[in-house]
């Protein structure tokens, strides 16, 4: 017998970090851009489709948290080593992104930098939580 109304634990866990200079509307764009992919490449992070009491279809989300950290640039870029070194599917967002004005744009500005020198603003990471926390070591939550 299962019970319906026990807390959900989750084996994975979906983690953003933003360096701390960012301004807000970079944060909550960076943030957005992060996430974006993850179901494309990880379609067990998404959920069932939405409906309201008058069944609106509304599109389906994530089927967990998304927790979003922040550190300094030498935090972020310690946690981005850590991710490839582990090899978790993460997304990165570089500085250079933000004169960008398209994915073409993007994802050219990402290639003509090796991945040691990118300017990272933002890292995206899943996979275990264990493993995602040893990634995010000395990140602090978003305030």
């Given at each position: 017998m299962t019970n319906d109304d026990a807390?959900?634990?989750?084996?994975?866990?979906?983690?953003?970090?933003?360096?701390?200079?960012?301004a807000g509307w970079q944060r909550l764009n960076v943030t957005a851009f992060l996430v974006s992919g993850l179901g494309t490449r990880r379609p067990e992070v998404i959920?069932?489709?939405?409906?309201?009491?008058?069944?609106?279809?509304?599109?389906?989300?994530?089927?967990?948290?998304?927790?979003?950290?922040?550190?300094?640039?030498?935090?972020?870029t310690g946690a981005h080593e850590r991710a490839v070194a582990r090899s978790l599917p993460c997304s990165v967002f570089t500085s250079d992104l933000f004169a960008t004005g398209?994915?073409?744009d993007n994802r050219a500005a990402v290639r003509a930098v090796s991945r040691g020198q990118l300017d990272l603003v933002g890292l995206a990471v899943y996979g275990p939580r264990n493993a995602v926390d040893k990634v995010f070591?000395?990140?602090?939550?978003?305030?």
């Open positions: 807390p959900v634990r989750f084996d994975t866990k979906i983690a953003v970090l933003l360096r701390t200079d960012l959920g069932e489709p939405y409906a309201d009491a008058d069944d609106t279809p509304y599109l389906p989300m994530f089927r967990q948290p998304v927790l979003v950290f922040e550190g300094g640039k030498e935090l972020l398209n994915d073409r070591k000395g990140a602090r939550m978003h305030r």
